[in-house]
T-cell receptor, first 114, second 115 residues
Framework: AQKITQTQPGMFVQEKEAVTLDCTYD???????LFWYKQPSSGEMIFLIY??????QNATEGRYSLNFQKARKSANLVISASQLGDSAMYFC???????????FGKGTHLIIQP | NAGVTQTPKFQVLKTGQSMTLQCAQD?????MYWYRQDPGMGLRLIYY???????DKGEVPNGYNVSRLNKREFSLRLESAAPSQTSVYFC??????????????FGNGTRLTVT
């Protein structure tokens, strides 16, 4: 069984600071993918970034990067130069090789303060 | 480019009533999913359909049924709604369930309240 743990229920960060959202995972699948989604107050799920278990380099997408430490089973999301529009719920999720979709963590509620 | 479309967006039911949540995707994806989101619980998988003609239970299937009507459409039915089914429901699709490297695409959700 797969498990995702997000230990920060909520975070307050000053605008323009960098933010690290923690995510640890557990799986017995040798091949898996790790995803981060953003859910603003409007409710939609927005895909941010993906990291494959065999990828040698950490994934980056604009201001988002994924700090992937395979031995520690962690996949932290880093947001550089935070903006007010980054205020949202953030979910870490994992997918194995089966067809049963993503396993989600409980999320982190990020609030960016001016 | 609609992606994943869910209807309705909001619904209020009385205990014991039934309803069907509709979902359709236009991306020619093989796999489709129903999740529910509750405060502090993240998203939990109710049912999924790896391909047209197949459905399987997820983590929290009790009280729900699904139908994969065709490749585009995947519906979720509550036969006798209970207050514990008050939640936000998301439909999602994936190009191919066994592939790890592409994201799930989500609809905008249905907010269901059971009184």
């Amino acid at each position: 069984a797969q498990k995702i743990t997000q230990t920060q229920p909520g975070m307050f960060v000053q605008e323009k600071e960098a933010v690290t959202l923690d995510c640890t995972y557990d799986t017995s699948d040798p091949s898996y993918g790790l995803f981060w989604y953003k859910q603003p107050s409007s409710g939609e799920m927005i895909f941010l970034i993906y990291q494959g278990s065999y990828d040698q380099q950490n994934a980056t997408e604009g201001r988002y990067s994924l700090n992937f430490q395979k031995a520690r089973k962690s996949a932290n999301l880093v947001i550089s130069a935070s903006q007010l529009g980054d205020s949202a719920m953030y979910f870490c999720a994992m997918k194995g090789g089966g067809a049963d979709g993503l396993t989600f963590g409980k999320g982190t509620h990020l609030i960016i303060q001016p | 480019n609609a992606g994943v479309t869910q209807t309705p967006k909001f619904q209020v039911l009385k205990t014991g009533q039934s309803m069907t949540l509709q979902c359709a995707q236009d991306m020619n994806h093989n796999s489709m999913y129903w999740y529910r989101q509750d405060p502090g619980m993240g998203l939990r998988l109710i049912y999924y359909s790896a391909s047209e003609g197949t459905t399987d239970k997820g983590e929290v299937p009790n009280g729900y049924n699904v139908s994969r009507l065709n490749k585009r459409e995947f519906s979720l039915r509550l036969e006798s709604a209970a207050p514990s089914q008050t939640s936000v429901y998301f439909c999602a699709s994936h190009v191919f369930g066994g592939q790890t490297g592409s994201p799930l695409h989500f609809g905008n959700g249905t907010r269901l309240t059971v009184t």
